[in-house]
């Protein structure tokens, strides 16, 4: 909870003095992330890898920590008991996925052959991934020749969980209404006997974007070029009014020409301009300030905001900037995260522009924080060269900014009650950005 604010502390950013208290004051403990472990609902479209492999080390670019798979669901942490299932939303607003909603019975069925490796017009190649609830299967598209990922949901365990239809019901309607070139493509939705199914592009190549970065592929011109596609890929979204909450290195897949493709809309869901969210989901290595301090409420656009810039940082470092503490502790790394507290490495040059973008997307004050569209319109991503100084040890403590290219993006209109309980003065400072 918010700690009060009395007219004697005006003179202090609402922000700074929320933070200071959480963070200096050890009775108050920043909220804790459920560490559960087994993945999300991601769609694994490359086979898995351990933990204890992803941690190798192949080249300087190899040092990437991946702490755990958690990741928080949002029928594990809510944030308001008013909320226990999902944002704003109650199970009558839902209706039944399976066998309820006109659009479930609109889908068509298929029937799976004897052998079970042809369901309908799809002849299944091989298993590409299994997820908590679902499997990933690579097929061929007999009528066109194409290779298409064919993400199979059980329709027990959906019949079983009222929480886990309403993210599907969410997965399934967003990813058929988004076109982007560096979007998963959907093809199409239909059911057989047991299962729920999405046919969608199948993307061949590098595999996840943490391979793509562990195996020594990413300098810096191309976490440039990479990284602006997945800017362009988030500010779409953003501008739909969709929120991913889930943008992390395995939920970007890299193609064999070198381009990125946002997957994985398990955690997705769509917004109104200003509207503030109250259940915490993504996973904890990227998950932003607002989410580990346990506020009231944060904007989806800052959210995956913070959430580019961890992926900014690994694909420039080859390390993500908020890692455990010895042992694996988390709440050292908390605190990090809470206080934008990282370091540049001595032994990688990066450009001060490129910096100034990670600075920018890192900012602990998401009234302050740059969007994904503002960083499409920075200095490092809006010329075709690459000739800025670098710099070379470097700590940084959440202090530095970066001058705002405010683009098309307005200031979101919320309920000021609904703002202060954010932590935030938005009266003396700049409101978040959203997109209409």
């Known amino acids: 909870m918010v700690t009060s604010i009395t007219m004697m502390e005006a003179d202090v950013p609402s922000y700074e003095r929320y933070r200071r208290i959480s963070i200096v004051n050890p009775s108050v403990k920043p909220a804790k992330i459920r560490d559960t472990q087994h993945s999300s609902t991601a769609m694994d479209m490359f086979p898995p890898k351990t933990v ?9 670019h190899s040092r990437l920590f991946r702490h755990s798979t958690a990741v928080i669901h949002p029928s594990e942490t809510p944030l308001s008991p008013i909320s226990p299932v999902s944002d704003n939303t109650t199970m009558e607003d839902i209706p039944d996925l399976i066998s309820h909603t006109p659009e479930m019975k609109t889908r068509p069925v298929y029937a799976v052959s004897s052998n079970g490796l042809e369901i309908g017009p799809y002849r299944i190649e091989r298993k ?23 993400k199979m949901m059980s329709k027990q365990m959906l019949r079983e969980s009222e929480r886990l239809q309403i993210c599907v019901q969410r997965e399934i309607e967003i990813t058929e209404a988004v076109r982007h070139p ?17 046919v969608l592009e199948y993307i061949s190549g590098y595999g996840e974007l943490y391979d793509y970065i562990v195996d020594g592929k990413c300098s810096v011109a191309r976490a440039r070029d990479l990284f602006y596609e997945l800017a362009s890929a988030v500010a779409y979204l953003h501008s739909k009014n969709i929120c991913h909450r889930d943008i992390k290195l395995e939920n970007v ?21 200003g509207e503030v969210f109250k259940t915490r989901c993504g996973s904890e290595d990227y998950a932003c300030p607002e989410i580990i301090l346990g506020c009231v409420g944060y904007n989806p656009i800052n959210s995956d905001s913070w959430a580019l810039g961890v992926i900014l940082f ?8 908020f890692q ?5 502790a988390v709440k050292p790394m908390y605190h990090k995260i809470a206080r934008g507290d990282y370091r540049w490495p001595s032994n990688i040059d990066v450009p001060e522009d490129a910096k100034d973008v990670v600075r920018a997307l890192l900012q602990p004050n998401p009234s302050r924080r740059m969007t994904a569209l503002e960083a499409l319109n920075s200095p490092w991503l809006s010329r075709g060269d690459n000739k800025a100084g670098v710099c070379g040890n470097e700590h940084h403590d959440g202090s530095g900014s970066i001058n705002k290219c405010h ?5 979101a209109a919320a309920e000021p009650d609904v703002m202060r309980g954010l932590g935030l003065d938005f009266m003396n400072g700049p409101s978040p950005a959203t997109y209409s």
């Open 52 to 60: 204890g492999n992803r941690r190798r080390v192949v080249s300087a």
């Open 128 to 150: 590409l991934g299994v997820g908590s609830f679902s499997e990933v299967k690579l097929a061929t598209d007999t009528r066109t020749g194409q290779p298409v990922a064919l």
């Open 182 to 198: 560096n979007i998963v493509g959907f093809i199409e939705a239909f059911e057989t006997s047991s299962h729920l199914v999405l």
């Open 253 to 273: 897949l890299v193609d064999s020409s070198h381009h990125v493709h946002i997957c994985d809309f398990g955690l997705a869901r769509t917004f109104t301009p």
């Open 314 to 321: 690994a694909m420039l470092v080859g390390e993500l900037p």
């Open 324 to 328: 455990p503490g010895p042992g694996g």
């Open 407 to 411: 683009g098309s993006s307005t200031a």
